[in-house]
Structure formats: structure tokens, C-alpha cells
């Protein structure tokens, strides 16, 4: 996935109410533009960190630009726009990346399905049957490791998800967990006890009852994002 146009660069003043940043370009103009992450954003910014930012001439909109990559504490870089996943996700599908899920012959996203009221990302028809697969953005890494972990705060939403799962392969169904790590320097993955225990107990259940769970990492810069290898998941670090 290219950046187009290219993304410019900033520094980060403050992240606020949100959905908020102010950031300050290299000619010293300072601007408010939209973070369209709802999450703590843990450990993935930094106040004068390097941000980068896609802008709008949009006369409707209100901010003139969009939040796209941060710099970390520890000098990494991450994809912010939490948007972004799922449409690296399908180019990757649709490109062969993800081997796990290869050969499907249709595609469907936003497919509600289970018992809670929950829609899930992508649902791919295979000869064998449906997959159905849920996808989540991890952008959370510690200093010195490599493991990323999810999520980087308290995910009622994401449980639910890991249920309706879980309940789909008790009934045979094809169900896939699939992290998209927009962070760089990561090797592994592995849920975020620490932040929420409940999560990570739902999640070696979902695996217990059948559900497959698949993380892929990105190659990231300015420039584009794209999916590029598997990464292992450890369930019990």
C-alpha cells in the first residue's frame, strides 16, 4: 500500500481528547490534525517524536490532515492509523501473502455473523467451506524486545470478537484471529496480560476451542506499508 500523495512530516506536540494532535512542521506552522486511533496509543508515541500525516483538501473537513505514522520511545516506527489494517489485509489476501488463507475464490468484508451482534472483517468462501477472519492492529512494543504485544488497553470488543470465534469453530467453521503488526523491529507477538488479563484468557480459550490465530508484520516507512512476513504468536511468553 503506496502513501498518495506522500506523506509529510511533523513533530509531535501533544495528542489530546483522543482524536486530536498538534503537531509543529519543520517551517515552524503548527497544526491540529485528526489521530484516528481510539486506543492509549501505548509506548508508540512520544512528545517531539517524528510523526507523519496524509492531508486533505477536503473543504468539509474540518482538520487538514490525518495522523498516519508515529516514531516510538524506543525509536521504531509505527502505523497509528488503526484504518489502515484492514485494507493491508485484503491486498495481502488478495496478493497470495498470507499463505494460511490462500486459494479462496470470493471475498466479503463487514459480514455479521455469531450470536453477540458482531461483524467480522473478512469472510472468504473456500471449497472446503467459509473462513471467517478477524483482524486486529498492534502497534505495542516494549524496550528491548522484540515481542509486540495486544491490546494497549482494555478491550471488552475484542473478547466479544474472540467468542463469536470461538463459537464458529465449535461448529466446525473455519475461524481465524489475525494480528497485522504496524510496528517495525518486531519478531513475535503475544497478548498483553499486564493490560488486560481477560483478553488474553479469552484468547487461549478461542485457541482451545479451534480458532486459528495468525500474526503477519509489516515493512514500514514513509512512502508505503506493506505485509510481508509471519510472525509467531506466543500464547504463554
Same mark, same amino acid.
Given at each position: 500500500m503506496a502513501f498518495f500523495p506522500p506523506l509529510e512530516q511533523g513533530r509531535l506536540l501533544r495528542r489530546y481528547k483522543r482524536f486530536l494532535a498538534d503537531i509543529e512542521l519543520a517551517n515552524g506552522e503548527q497544526l491540529t490534525i485528526h489521530c484516528p486511533n481510539t486506543g492509549s496509543m501505548l509506548n508508540c508515541m512520544r512528545e517531539g517524536g517524528q510523526v507523519w500525516f496524509s492531508r486533505s483538501n477536503d473543504p468539509k473537513r474540518k482538520l487538514p490532515g490525518t495522523w498516519e505514522i508515529s516514531e516510538t520511545p524506543q525509536g521504531r516506527l509505527a502505523c497509528v492509523n488503526t484504518g489502515r489494517a484492514n485494507a493491508l489485509v485484503e491486498e495481502a489476501l488478495r496478493a497470495g501473502v498470507i499463505s494460511e488463507l490462500a486459494g479462496f475464490s470470493a471475498l466479503k468484508r463487514e459480514v455479521a455473523y455469531g450470536e453477540e451482534g458482531s461483524r467480522?472483517?473478512?469472510?472468504?468462501?473456500?471449497?472446503?467451506?467459509?473462513?471467517?477472519?478477524?483482524?486486529?492492529?498492534?502497534?505495542?512494543?516494549?524496550? *528491548?524486545? !522484540?515481542? %509486540?504485544?495486544?491490546?494497549? &488497553?482494555?478491550?471488552?470488543? +475484542?473478547?466479544?470478537?474472540?467468542?463469536?470465534?470461538?463459537?464458529?469453530?465449535?461448529?466446525?467453521?473455519?475461524?481465524?484471529?489475525?494480528?497485522?503488526?504496524?510496528?517495525?523491529?518486531?519478531?513475535?507477538?503475544?497478548?498483553?496480560?499486564?493490560? *488486560?488479563? !481477560?483478553? %488474553?484468557?479469552?484468547?487461549? &480459550?478461542?485457541?482451545?476451542? +479451534?480458532?486459528?490465530v495468525l500474526a503477519y508484520g509489516t515493512r514500514l516507512d514513509a512512502e508505503q506499508i506493506v505485509i510481508d512476513r509471519p510472525l509467531p504468536v506466543l500464547l504463554n511468553p
Open positions: 467480522v472483517d473478512f469472510r472468504l468462501e473456500f471449497a472446503s467451506g467459509p473462513a471467517y477472519v478477524e483482524v486486529k492492529s498492534v502497534t505495542l512494543g516494549y524496550p *528491548d524486545t !522484540a515481542v %509486540a504485544a495486544f491490546p494497549d &488497553a482494555v478491550t471488552q470488543r +475484542g473478547a466479544k470478537h474472540l467468542r463469536e470465534l470461538a463459537s464458529l469453530a465449535r461448529q466446525g467453521i473455519r475461524a481465524v484471529q489475525l494480528y497485522c503488526v504496524n510496528l517495525t523491529g518486531v519478531e513475535a507477538v503475544r497478548p498483553a496480560e499486564e493490560i *488486560d488479563a !481477560a483478553y %488474553a484468557s479469552a484468547l487461549r &480459550a478461542a485457541v482451545a476451542d +479451534g480458532v486459528e
